[in-house]
């Protein structure tokens, strides 16, 4: 892999005290293109502009997927990813759905730790802290046929992040809006898919969410997703969440969530939610907690459904499920406890 250091490091720009999210990228990236149908050898440059013109076939086209992943400064002082192998095989599962060419493991395991070193000081040192990883993949030919395009770049760009929540948060059971349609591409970490989210997001900031509570495309009865989390439901000490689909991106957050959960021995149910029962019981005091899971996110507990122009309260307990699994994974994430399920990759 070729290596090229910037001269004029952004470091002391950044307030590691007061970190936002996704605000400051971080002074290099790794960047690989698929050309003549193969995958290049890749390369660490410094962070700058893309070399294409406004031809850019992801412009017009939306060929675009990406990930979202962390890595963590250990007790130790040393750096650990959490899990980067499951990000790179559901980043190739959302290009296989948009017609991107397979991206190697190698390239994309090679290139994440060799960035991570080469850019080790940008990795807070902060409680609740992390340097958020974002490798994407898009379409870089320049041509305005519809068709898929012919080039493809590969690329990783990194950002310390404090806490995408520090409190919990009221989500609006969607509605009128559609996040994903059955056949289509939810499941998939495409660009699109966030971007379609936009306007109704906005509309329930307006209206004094934080996020959106997604429901199903058919007749808006079954919950699916919240916003950027998956989404999770604690009622009479059983903990449940919709059961994946081709709508629901398959959070590797959640996956984690509920190994740690069936292994304290909590009943898990994986099923389609109703959104009529999780109203009842809320409105009843069955409904004991509720949280959002993902890698931005973490967990964060949801105090207010939002429905019919009412807010519903919901417990949000500092001593509950979603606090306990935050608490696990955090002590996994930054080496304060056991790593049984190998979960972290060090640097």
């Given at each position: 892999m070729k290596v090229r250091t910037t001269t004029d490091s952004r470091l002391s720009t950044i307030d590691f005290n007061n970190?936002?999210?996704?605000?400051?990228?971080?002074?290099?990236?790794?960047?690989?293109?698929y050309k003549n149908g193969a995958w290049g050898e890749g390369s660490i440059e410094p962070y700058g502009a893309l070399k294409q013109g406004l031809g850019l076939h992801a412009l017009h086209y939306g060929q675009a997927v990406f990930e979202g992943q962390k890595a963590y400064r250990q007790a130790d002082g040393s750096i650990a990813?959490?899990?980067?192998?499951?990000?790179?095989?559901?980043?190739?599962?959302?290009?296989?759905?948009?017609?991107?060419?397979?991206?190697?493991?190698?390239?994309?395991?090679e290139?994440?730790?060799?960035?991570?070193?080469?850019d080790s000081e940008w990795v807070p040192r902060g409680e609740n802290t992390a340097l958020y990883l974002r490798p994407f993949l898009f379409s870089s030919s320049e041509f305005v046929a519809a068709r898929p395009s012919e080039e493809y770049t590969f690329a990783i760009v990194t950002s310390p992040v404090g806490e995408l929540y520090?409190?919990?948060?009221?989500?609006?059971?969607?509605?009128?809006?559609?996040?994903?349609?059955?056949?289509?591409?939810?499941?998939?970490?495409?660009?699109?898919?966030?971007?379609?989210?936009?306007l109704a997001t906005r509309k329930a900031v307006e209206e004094?969410?934080?996020q959106v509570l997604w429901t199903d495309h058919a007749d808006h009865a079954y919950l699916e997703e919240a916003g950027t989390m998956n989404v999770a439901f604690v009622i009479h000490g059983r903990l449940i969440t919709p059961a994946l689909s081709d709508r629901i991106l398959e959070g590797i957050t959640r996956e984690s969530i509920l190994i740690l959960a069936k292994e304290w021995?909590?009943?898990?149910?994986?099923?389609?939610?109703?959104v009529d029962e999780i109203v009842a019981a809320?409105?009843?005091?069955?409904?004991?907690?509720?949280?959002?899971?993902?890698?931005?996110?973490?967990?964060s507990p949801i105090d207010?459904?939002?429905?019919?122009?009412?807010?519903?309260?919901?417990?949000?307990?500092?001593?509950?499920?979603?606090?306990r699994v935050k608490s696990a994974l955090a002590d996994i994430r930054y080496g304060r406890a056991a790593d049984r399920h190998q979960w972290m990759t060090q640097i």
């Open positions: 970190l936002g999210f996704g605000a400051g990228l971080s002074d290099h990236i790794f960047i690989c293109e990813i959490f899990r980067p192998e499951r990000n790179w095989e559901r980043l190739n599962k959302s290009g296989a759905r948009m017609l991107i060419p397979e991206l190697p493991k190698e390239i994309f395991m290139g994440l730790l060799e960035l991570i070193r080469i520090t409190k919990p948060v009221k989500v609006k059971i969607e509605q009128h809006f559609t996040r994903a349609a059955q056949g289509g591409v939810g499941f998939a970490k495409a660009a699109g898919n966030y971007g379609g989210a936009f004094g969410f934080n021995g909590i009943p898990v149910e994986e099923r389609r939610i109703s809320a409105k009843d005091g069955s409904l004991e907690e509720a949280f959002g899971m993902g890698t931005a996110a973490v967990v207010g459904l939002g429905y019919h122009e009412a807010i519903i309260p919901v417990p949000a307990p500092e001593n509950g499920v979603a606090m």
